[in-house]
């Protein structure tokens, strides 16, 4: 998965709000399209999920949101392969850590809408002149 120039791709779970929150952050930028994936409805391959490790360079294990409900109530003392992980990740899109932000050549975990703003993205509101002069 690969972003293309100008573009974020956003790989967002529909049901959290901090991820709704941040696709409209996303979605303000300015000189960026936003290209959204929720992972309930576009759901994503193994091989799919695999990738985004491997771009993050990280765990599989470290895309499994551990606080899903999922998680918690069947998978929290299981140990399992890294393609059990994927397996499972694939069958179960709510279990994925999100929201995942695809920008050029970077892509990272979003912890907050504000992250756009530490990776110097310009946010209208924020660093226009409508926005808080600390905030600029």
Do not use: C
């Not at 303000?28 to 999920?49: G, K, M, S, W, Y």
Request: charged residues 35%; glycine residues 4%; negative net charge.
């Amino acid at each position: 998965m690969k972003a293309k120039e100008n573009e974020i791709l956003l790989i967002y779970n529909s049901e959290k709000q901090q991820d709704r929150k941040t696709k409209g952050y996303a979605d303000t930028l300015n000189d960026h399209a936003l290209n959204e994936r929720d992972v309930l409805t576009d759901n994503l391959t193994e091989t799919q999920i695999a990738e985004i490790a491997r771009d993050m360079n990280i765990e599989i294990a470290e895309l499994v949101d551990k606080n899903s409900d999922l998680y918690l109530q069947e998978y929290k003392n299981k140990s399992l392969s890294d393609d059990e992980i994927t397996k499972v990740l694939a069958k179960n899109p709510e279990m994925i850590k999100t929201p995942i932000a695809y920008v050029g050549s970077e892509v990272f975990f979003v912890g907050s809408a504000y992250d756009f703003v530490n990776k110097d993205f310009d946010i209208e509101g924020v660093k226009s002149h409508k926005g808080n002069k600390f905030e600029k």
